[in-house]
């Protein structure tokens, strides 16, 4: 399968042994269309490191690139650099480096404010020997009221050393766009890959939305919603209102996708398909 774009997909930690063997299952299905690395998300205030790298370890042992999430709030330096030591010793080379939240009832947030300090800590320690990947935010960061601002912390992190971004999942094109323009203005070069949340349900989705500040086309919510509980028609809908996305960013000079499966394989690989068609 030749897809037009680089992807890559990210997971998030399975709680029970069943899911973990599930998931390398999905990891073996996903690994079909060649992508170029798979992500595992970090609980808040690292509440899932042990998971975390159990996760990335397996992905690692099927032959495939893994780039486990670091969040950095609630953190010190000692604690970042013995787990950049245990992913160094498994070979790991490839991070998302996030700010990350603190988990419920903590209030400390330990020595690092932003995502800019954690990979400024990483560069100035480490060097480059790890591929940094940071958060980009189309329709800003749900918790920043000024988009300016916002647009400087995404210029912050790239400056303090960041390789690559991967954006929050959107489904209007425009806001991509825009701003990559605005970015690029500020003298940012990196690539910025779009996330892509395919549909698996429709509540799931517009609680995701709510939470994070997304917008959902209304013509599209409406749609949605009149679906009621008929999951087929959700999956077909969604899948071509992604289609269409995907289509767009890429003829637009989009530099690849990174999917939110949502540990689901059957969604991003009828979307690969397409694309490859």
């Given at each position: 399968m030749?897809?037009?774009?680089?992807v890559s997909?990210?997971?998030?930690?399975?709680?029970t042994p069943v899911g973990a063997e599930k998931l390398s299952g999905v990891v073996a299905e996903l690994a079909t269309v060649d992508p170029e690395f798979f992500s595992v998300t970090y609980g808040a205030g690292g509440s899932t490191r042990d998971k975390t790298l159990a996760t990335v370890a397996a992905i690692a042992a099927m032959g495939q690139?893994?780039?486990p999430h670091l969040s950095c709030i609630g953190s010190t330096r000692e604690s970042i650099s013995e787990i950049l030591g245990t992913y160094r010793a498994q070979d790991i080379h490839r991070l998302v480096a996030l700010r990350g939240d603190l988990p419920s009832g903590t209030a400390t947030a330990g020595e690092f404010r932003y995502a800019s300090e954690l990979i400024r800590f990483i560069r100035e320690t480490q060097g480059?020997?790890?591929?940094?990947?940071v958060?980009?935010?189309?329709?800003y960061h749900p918790q920043e009221r000024y988009a300016r601002r916002d647009l400087q912390h995404f210029a912050d992190k790239v400056k303090?050393?960041?390789?690559?971004?991967?954006?929050?999942?959107?489904f209007n094109a425009d806001a991509y766009f825009h701003f990559v323009d605005e970015v690029r203005a500020l003298g940012v070069t990196i690539p910025i890959v779009p996330g892509i949340m395919p549909?698996?349900?429709y509540a799931k989705i517009a609680q995701f939305a709510q939470r994070d500040g997304i917008e959902i086309p209304r013509w599209v919510a409406l749609k949605m919603e009149g679906f009621l509980d008929d999951a087929a028609a959700v999956r077909a809908f969604g899948l071509d209102v992604v289609e269409k996305l995907c289509r767009r960013l890429i003829d637009g000079g989009a530099p690849g996708l990174h999917f939110y499966t949502l540990n689901q394989s059957a969604l991003s690989l009828e979307l690969c398909r397409r694309l490859a068609g």
């Open positions: 030749k897809l037009p774009v680089p997909f990210e997971f998030f930690p399975p709680n690139e893994a780039a480059s020997d790890w591929f940094i990947e958060a980009a935010y189309p329709e303090a050393g960041a390789d690559s971004a991967i954006t929050q999942f959107f549909i698996h349900s």
